[in-house]
């Protein structure tokens, strides 16, 4: 069955980034290579060199996710990943106006201007059986507000930014309580965690 | 040999409690009644009942536990918790004045009021061998940039309160990095971390 998920690598105090959307990383994204087991991402060129523990976790992810959902502003600072993403996935861009450059048959980029709803419909599609991963954290917070979303995947790493994006975006009507964890792994410098989303 | 450690049960998005220092309390404590496990607090009228894995947990951290350090913020919410630290332990207090209906010979309360690194000598003293554990956020955090703290705990609940007071109160010189976690442990709706504080 396929599941609408959302995960991030966050901060002790919450954050997916620093306040400019694309600081902070260094901190955030050091455990990518924090390890001696080496995880291809579909680029020749770029491989993540993580603890076992770690590496079976991304490998497992990878297996189960069938197509990314991601707002226009992940799609403009990545300059769409330069071609493709590197988990070597199609990605659902949502969208307000396509942009000029993209073909529109694209087996790398799906451009949705109708809203959240429509492009996890177009996700699904494309996932068949396997998961949808919804990214960052304003898409997520839609998702999550149109009760899309069943999971929640946190990769927790032991920095304090002190401020920036948070996972789900500003919750206004907090709070919101998940499930579980139903899934606890400890990597080099990451502990992975996954939460089920609660109905309303 | 003794360590300084701070430790809260804290949201997903990084909170020890809602805006107001007393809200968010139901569903940040919640796993403190969430299992079959009864811990005993050291009021005759209070129990804990959690998990076995939690119990365990906390069975450790009372153990270790020689003396508190807490704020008179959190002194006065608490109402100076009846008399007695729920965890049966003497508390330093960090204050500016003394309040004037505690005796000055108490082995509940004793008050500091020259700052944090006197606070914690004192604390040191009364430990011995034991750890000291200081709380809540903002003292936490003066005795971090003091260079005074060694350990921080982390009991993470699946909830997002949106807004909050954050575990080592406002940081404004982050990034802030840990080293660890150096133990992680799984109960019922509650992930148990703790956290090495890096040496400037």
Chains 1, 2 share one sequence.
Not at 30 to 36: E, I, K, L, N, Q
Not at 104 to 114: A, Q
Not at 130 to 148: P, T, Y
Request: charge should be negative; glycine fraction near 12%; proline fraction near 5%.
């Amino acid at each position: 069955m396929s599941k609408i998920t959302t995960g991030a690598t966050m901060s002790l105090d919450g954050f997916i980034a620093g306040p400019n959307h694309t600081d902070g990383f260094d901190h955030l994204f050091a455990w990518y290579s924090a390890g001696d087991v080496e995880v291809p991402t579909g680029f020749p060129d770029m491989t993540f060199k993580v603890s076992e523990a770690s590496a079976e976790h991304l490998r497992g992810l990878l297996e189960r996710m069938g197509v990314l959902v991601c707002g226009r502003r992940l799609y403009d600072i990545t300059s769409g990943w330069g071609g493709r993403h590197p988990m070597d996935k199609t990605v659902v861009v949502v969208t307000h106006k396509r942009p000029d450059d993209r073909p529109e048959d694209d087996e790398n980029f799906v451009f949705v201007t109708t809203g959240i709803e429509d492009a996890i419909a177009k996700a699904r599609e494309i996932a068949g059986d396997k998961d949808v991963g919804v990214n960052g954290g304003e898409i997520a917070r839609q998702c999550f507000d149109a009760g899309l979303l069943d999971e929640v995947h946190v990769d927790l790493v032991p920095v304090f930014l002190g401020t920036g994006i948070p996972l789900l975006g500003q919750i206004k009507d907090g709070p919101v309580t998940l499930e579980g964890p139903t899934f606890v792994t400890q990597g080099k410098g990451v502990t992975h965690l996954a939460y089920r989303v609660v109905r309303k």
